[in-house]
């Protein structure tokens, strides 16, 4: 879970805090916490707070109060998805409802070794995690009900971005030239990304759609150790769903993951034995694609909340994207 930030009053007696009030309605022993930390809060009314003592055995309890349809999503890859599959996974002590669009979900807390894709066992580990959890195969049912991570999904995010740009550079005449010279040339480079999508479409169709994490970065990774093996840890599946694996396959851009493709291909080659690494590689490169291309769409929602501040921040966020997106479609070579 992310670092702690001190943005909240708790009051006196922790018993009365809104998310071990809601605990409470899931325990019949109700445990005051010895200490709570907010691990975040957001203008949009969601909230994370570790609940220390209050889990079994007084383990710490992680509290999410986050929108309905994104709870069911997480309850479904914990409950349904990740005992099918032979991977370390935390326990999800269920959920609270607290109105018709808000839920409190808990959660074990995720400990272990903070992941680094600069240590090569790291990357190994995800590799092969990652390859099993594409091999594993999803219900039905399930798949139905998780959203779609298609790469139509992207190509939406894409044109927003894109539609999103371009209202700004017609509509704000108090955006400063250098940034609106940058803004002009990232719309041209998602243009030409547009143009290359029924190719992106042909190089990641060689995988079938599986489990996306979609947020597969360091924050939501650690490494837990046994005294014969290591595994890996993977949490936070609040942006999950049914699609291209791509995404996580995404090499180091921004705080990804970078799974080790050679650990990985190793692991789907049972089943795939025509994806070579090089293909694989093509996939990632793709995936790394479609990963800006999610952090740009999240950068044009901050320039459109209104006022400069919220514009300058966007503006800032998309001038670090540039660089990476023009160094991948050159790796692609489409640009």
């Known amino acids: ?167 700004i550079l017609a509509e704000h005449v108090a955006v400063p030239d250098a940034d609106a010279r940058m803004l002009r040339a990232l719309e041209a480079h998602c243009e030409v990304l547009e143009s290359r999508w029924s190719e992106m479409e042909k190089i990641c169709e060689v995988m079938p759609p599986t489990l996306v994490h979609d947020d597969f970065v360091v924050k939501n990774v650690r490494i837990q150790s046994s005294p014969s093996d290591f595994g890996l840890l993977v949490f936070d599946w609040e942006y999950a769903g049914w699609g291209a694996p791509g995404p996580d396959l995404a090499q180091f851009f921004l705080h990804v993951v970078s799974p080790d493709l050679s650990a990985y291909c190793s692991v789907v080659n049972s089943d795939y034995p025509h994806l070579d690494e090089p293909t694989i590689q093509r996939v990632a490169g793709c995936g790394t694609l479609l990963r800006l291309v999610d952090s740009m769409f999240w950068a044009t929602k901050w320039m459109g909340a209104g006022g400069y501040g919220a514009l300058a921040k966007g503006v800032h966020a998309m001038r670090i994207y540039e660089p990476t997106l023009i160094e991948q479609l050159r790796a692609m070579r489409w640009s």
Not at 69 to 75: D, G, P, Y
């Open 1 to 167: 879970m992310s670092k702690s930030v001190a943005t909240e009053v708790l009051p006196d007696r922790l018993v009365e805090h809104r998310a071990v009030r809601a605990w409470s309605q899931l325990q019949a022993d109700h445990l005051e916490p010895t200490r709570i930390e907010i691990l975040k809060l957001t203008k949009r009314k969601s909230a994370v707070y570790r609940l220390h003592g209050v889990g079994p055995d007084r383990r710490a309890v992680i509290a999410k109060r986050c929108r309905v349809a994104t709870a069911e999503v997480e309850r479904m890859v914990y409950e349904e998805f990740l005992p099918r599959v032979s991977v370390p996974a935390l326990r999800c002590y269920g959920s609270v409802k607290e109105s018709e669009d808000f839920c409190w979900l808990f959660l074990e807390d995720a400990v272990g070794e903070v992941y680094s894709p600069q240590i090569p066992q790291h990357r190994a580990l995800a590799g092969r995690w990652l390859g099993t959890i594409h091999l594993a195969l999803a219900p039905a049912e399930l798949k139905a009900r998780l959203p779609d991570r298609g790469l139509g999904y992207y190509l939406k995010l894409l044109r927003h971005c894109r539609a999103t740009v371009r209202g």
